[in-house]
Structures are given as C-alpha cells and as structure tokens.
C-alpha cells in the first residue's frame, strides 16, 4: 500500500484583530469572563468582501513560501469549511481556479470543526488506493459572518482563519490509523441553518447563524475525546507516552485542560490556537501545529495526535509522524 506523509504547511488569518473589549462594549460580558471561560484573548475577522476561499489562497501562498515549493502538481483539493463562500460552486473549485492549478478533483467537506482531521483522512484514502498523489488539505473558516453578535453565550467564542497542508505519496508511511465516530442525535445541540426547519419541534429559521447549547457540547466534548483518545493510540499500538504533542481542536481552553486532566497528559504538550485565534473551526488544528513548529515546540519525527469534533456532532483523529521543518524563510 502507498504511503502517505505531510511536509508542507501554511496558514493564515485575516488583518483585523478583534479583542474581548470589543464584546465588552455593547455585551453584558468582561475580559475577565471570556479569559476564565474560554482562555480566549483576541480572534481575528475577516472584512466584508473577504470569504473562505480568500483564505485558503493566502495560506496556500504561505504554504508555497514557506517550504519553496510549487502547488501546480496537486491533483485534489479538500477544503473542509463550515462556512464556504457559498454552496455552489464549491470552495476548493474556487481555490484551484485561483492558484491556476490543473488537473485537479475538488471538493468540499462539511464535518465541523472535525473537517481538517477527516480531509487527512480522505487524503490518505486516496494516495493509499493509488488514485492520487499529491493532495492539498486546508481547514478554513470565516465564523464572524455565521455569528450572531447579540448572543453573548456563542458570539465571543469564534474566529476567521486558515491552515493547508499537502498529504503526499511517499514509500515510507508517516500518516497511521485513523478514527471516526459520530452522534448524528446530538446534532441539534450545535448548528448553522441555512433552511427554514424545525428543531425538536421548534420552527428555526434559516438565518444562517450559529445555534449552540454551550454546556452539552462542553460536556459531549470532554468525554468523547477522554474515550476516543485511547481507542485512536490503541489502532495504533501506542500509548500516551508516545505521544509527543496532542492537537486537540481548539475549541475552549477548559476542555483541553479537562481532557489533558482526565488522561493524565501535561498540558504543555498539548498545543492549542484558542487564546490567540478564538474557535477556528476546521482551522484550529492547522494553526496550532503551525505555532507549534513555529516557536520550535514540534520537531521533526515528533509523534503527533490529531483529533478534531464539533458540529454533527462528529469526531475525527489520527496519528501521524511529523515531517514538517520550517525554514529560515519563516
Ligand atoms: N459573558 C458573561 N456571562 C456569560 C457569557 C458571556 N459571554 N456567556 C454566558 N454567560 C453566563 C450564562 O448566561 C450563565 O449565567 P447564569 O448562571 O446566570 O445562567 C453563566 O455565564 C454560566 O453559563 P454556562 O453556559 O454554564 O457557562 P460555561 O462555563 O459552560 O461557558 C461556554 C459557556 C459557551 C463558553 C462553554 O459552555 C463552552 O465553551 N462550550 C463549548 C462550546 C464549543 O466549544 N462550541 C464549539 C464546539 S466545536
């Protein structure tokens, strides 16, 4: 079976910096609050005329300079957004037209904050079937447009960014097991709707807002990642030990810091994007191994564990041999 391994990354978030005083100005809300609830500081939003595609080209680019190398052989693109510019055409046609890239599939992959985790997974699919070789995964999210700014109980968590990565055919495999798991009855708990439909009975209309029950997501979050983190190390044949760094999605500090608790784990190794970049959705993973490599924390041949959840509500994790060095460039 062909190898798959990761050499390449790249992100990016928008210009404007959104702090929590921002919130603290027209919400019943504080800095104080936010910091102690989220570990959240400061999120980035995207201005009005910029969307997800925007993204995923700038951290392509990052991506490109960063490792000095070319995108024009990639021969499939995944862009795993919860927010794409919109339905149809896709976000990755988009990108490809943009990086002028040819003889490339497209596609979009709608998984939440699990999105990036799972387009790992696809990529790793297709080189293992020999189908494709060099495939471009990038984790975008413009969330400031799907929030609604008057409920402060969501609209302080969320941020815009992006990561991609290129998974390529390699004899030496450094991209193992994954795991998925979902909840598909839990999904009312967390969701954008874009259709006019009803929930548990209730008419919600189609605002194309965020709807979130805070507290069951915390709590599904926790206990999915304390039970799914060990079925993931044990397809593996590896224990927590191994395990150089965790990537969780960065989706509160609290529930990093609960997971890391309940398993035993330093949450020194546990890298996260929330307290600078807020919730980045499918973001979030790519921007924090990004920090990690780049304030020299994650070095090559670390043993990594990826693992992604949110909206679905849906889970994804993979462990994967990190091959990523950033040059001087960076
Ligand atoms: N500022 C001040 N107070 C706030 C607030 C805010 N921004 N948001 C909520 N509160 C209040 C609540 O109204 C509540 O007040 P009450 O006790 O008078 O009813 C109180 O704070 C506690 O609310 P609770 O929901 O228990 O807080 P929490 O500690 O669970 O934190 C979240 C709320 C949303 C930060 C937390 O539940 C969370 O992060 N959940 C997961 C969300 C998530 O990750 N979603 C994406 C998944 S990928």
């Known amino acids: 079976m062909m190898g798959a391994t990761i050499k390449s990354i790249g992100i990016y978030r928008p210009e404007l910096e959104v702090t929590n005083a921002f919130f603290e100005a027209y919400l019943e809300t504080s800095d104080e609050w936010i910091r102690e609830r989220t570990g959240i500081e400061r999120r980035y939003f995207s201005s009005e005329d910029e969307y997800t595609s925007d993204l995923c080209v700038k951290a392509v680019e990052a991506l490109k300079k960063n490792h000095h190398t070319s995108v024009d052989d990639v021969d499939f693109v995944i862009v795993a957004t919860s927010t794409p510019d919109q339905i149809l055409p896709n976000v990755a046609s988009r990108v ?114 965020m709807h979130q029950n805070g507290r069951a997501v915390f709590r599904w979050a926790v206990s999915t990642l304390v039970k799914n983190i060990p079925v993931l190390l044990e397809k593996n044949k590896m224990t927590l030990e191994q395990v150089d760094y965790l990537i969780p999605h960065s989706a509160n500090i609290r529930i990093l810091e609960a997971v890391c608790k309940n398993l035993d784990f330093p949450m020194e190794r546990c890298m996260e994007s929330v307290r600078s970049y807020g919730n980045t959705s499918a973001a979030s993973i790519p921007i924090a191994w990004y920090n990690g490599l780049a304030s020299g924390k994650i070095k090559q041949n670390d043993q990594l564990l990826l693992i992604g959840f949110g909206g679905g509500l849906t889970c994804a994790g993979i462990c994967l041999e990190n091959k990523i060095v950033l040059g001087e460039a960076d």
């Not at 790992?120 to 060099?134: D, E, F, M, S």
């Not at 968590?157 to 009855?185: C, K, M």
């Open 96 to 209: 490809q037209a943009r990086l002028g890239i040819s003889n490339a599939g497209c596609i979009d992959l709608s998984a939440a904050c699990g999105g990036f985790v799972y387009g790992l997974i696809l990529a790793k699919g297709l080189i293992a079937a020999q189908t494709h070789r060099r495939i471009l995964v990038i984790g975008a999210e413009t969330l400031s447009k799907a929030i609604d700014l008057s409920d402060r109980n969501s609209c302080i968590l969320f941020g815009d960014g992006a990561g991609a990565v290129i998974v390529e055919a390699s004899s030496d495999n450094h991209v193992f097991e994954p795991l998925t798991d979902t909840d598909g009855s839990l999904g009312k708990e967390l969701f954008i709707s874009h259709l006019s439909q009803t929930v548990d009975g209730e008419p919600i209309l189609g605002d194309g807002k």
